[in-house]
């Protein structure tokens, strides 16, 4: 086996361990959320994903303006522990159910808040990276 296939293969690995402990991690928050709101709108989904927004826009301006996550360690955490962790599939098929089963309201305002707020929370995510390493 070449180099190159050895560190790609370790990488892959490195990718699914990450992605483990990231859906492990999005049951959980979910599931605190839910405990703590209720399941009478996708609360749990939408805390996820926003803060999975937040941690993706942080980890992407950290990772490739500076040297504060190492460039090995950028692909397992965003591919793999946050690509697990966000939880767009359910917001899709949690807004799917609210239309279908005619409470529109709450599918537009699940489809609202996810774009707002996970605009608005990748954006804080950058702009904190960038007050961290001091890049404008």
């Known amino acids: 086996m070449t180099v190159e296939k050895e560190e790609g293969l370790r990488e892959l690995i490195w990718i699914g361990l990450a992605g483990a402990f990231g859906s492990l991690s999005r049951y959980t928050v979910s599931g605190w959320v839910y ?8 609360y749990g989904t939408l805390v996820v994903n926003i803060t999975g927004c937040f941690l993706l826009g942080l980890l992407m301006e950290l990772s490739l ?3 504060l ?5 950028r692909m397992p955490l965003a591919a ?6 966000t939880t767009f599939s ?14 529109w309201l709450l599918g537009l305002q699940n489809v609202a808040a996810s ?13 904190a990276a960038r007050l961290m390493t001091g890049v404008s």
């Not at 405990?35 to 996708?42: H, I, Q, V």
């Not at 996550?69 to 360690?73: D, F, I, R, S, Y």
């Not at 359910?90 to 409470?103: L, N, P």
């Open 115 to 127: 774009l707002a707020l996970g605009l608005l929370a990748t954006w804080l995510g950058l702009s």
């Open 35 to 42: 405990e703590l709101l209720g399941r009478g709108f996708a």
């Open 80 to 85: 793999g522990f946050l690509g697990a962790f």
């Open 65 to 67: 303006t500076g040297d």
């Open 90 to 103: 359910t917001f899709s098929y949690e807004t799917m159910r609210y239309i279908e089963d005619g409470a």
């Open 69 to 73: 996550v190492p460039p090995g360690l």
